[in-house]
């Protein structure tokens, strides 16, 4: 199994729609978890953290549900300028602390 | 100012060479990483230094050697390249390795061996 798993996607969507990704984490002892947009051929870059009571970042709101071992991220009003790879990223302690990242989840949003 | 910076960006190679890929952070962080990003776009960390020490050292082939020179510098040199080592990879850096937070990436050295 994973240590973070992700729909691959693609998921295309209209501008204006709402689109919800998921992500599952294998270890319960994880501390920390973030959402990173990575755009085609370049960087991944930090998209928000996520806290255990979910928090909001104008269009997007991340969930997290520690007893699921389960991350979400929303976006509402999809943008052209959404369309990116979004990856469910997960801090985890196996004898050190790593990020541990998804294999990311791809998102097309069309005119 | 570019933040971490990678050099080259891309690095086409013969099988059987020997290469290496430099990175410099100017953000005054304590510990580096390499990340490498395969041909599935599954991004996965190679290893960590923090203040010159190595701290992580994932399963990597003894190919893969990693030197600090200080802590502003984190080079990868890699030795009797495969076809296999063709990926993006990916330097990083963050002031703390403890809570995930903070990570800044180089913009990736696109290695392709033939």
């Known amino acids: 199994r994973k240590e973070v798993e992700q729909d691959p996607g693609p998921f295309n969507v209209p501008e204006g729609a709402t689109v919800a990704f998921n992500c599952t984490y294998s270890n319960s002892a994880s501390q920390s978890f973030f959402w990173y947009r990575q755009d085609c051929r370049k960087e991944p870059k930090l998209l928000m953290s996520?806290?255990?009571s979910g928090n909001e970042d104008g269009r997007f709101t991340a969930q997290l549900n520690r007893a699921s071992q389960y991350i979400s991220l929303l976006i509402r009003d999809s943008k052209l300028s959404d369309s990116a790879t979004y990856l469910c990223?997960?801090?985890?302690?196996?004898?050190?602390?790593?990020?541990?990242f998804g294999t990311g989840t791809r998102l097309l949003v069309s005119p | 100012d570019t933040a971490v910076s990678q050099t080259p960006k891309y690095l086409v190679t013969q099988m059987g060479n020997d290469k290496s890929i430099k990175c410099e952070q100017n953000?005054?962080?304590?510990?580096m990483y390499w990340y490498k990003q395969d041909s599935k776009k599954f991004l996965k960390i190679m290893f960590s230094?923090?203040?010159?020490?190595?701290?992580i050292n994932e399963t990597v082939p003894n190919r893969f050697s990693p030197k600090s020179p200080d802590k502003a510098h984190l080079n990868l040199h890699i030795n009797s390249l495969e076809l296999g080592d063709s990926a993006v990879y990916f330097c990083?850096?963050?002031?703390?390795?403890?809570?995930?937070?903070?990570?800044?990436f180089g913009s990736g050295t696109r290695l392709t061996v033939v």
């Open positions: 990223v997960v801090l985890m302690n196996t004898g050190f602390q790593k990020l541990v």
């Open positions: 230094y923090n203040n010159k020490e190595l701290i």
């Open positions: 996520v806290y255990s």
């Open positions: 990083a850096s963050s002031q703390r390795s403890w809570d995930g937070y903070g990570y800044t």
């Open positions: 953000l005054g962080h304590d510990t």
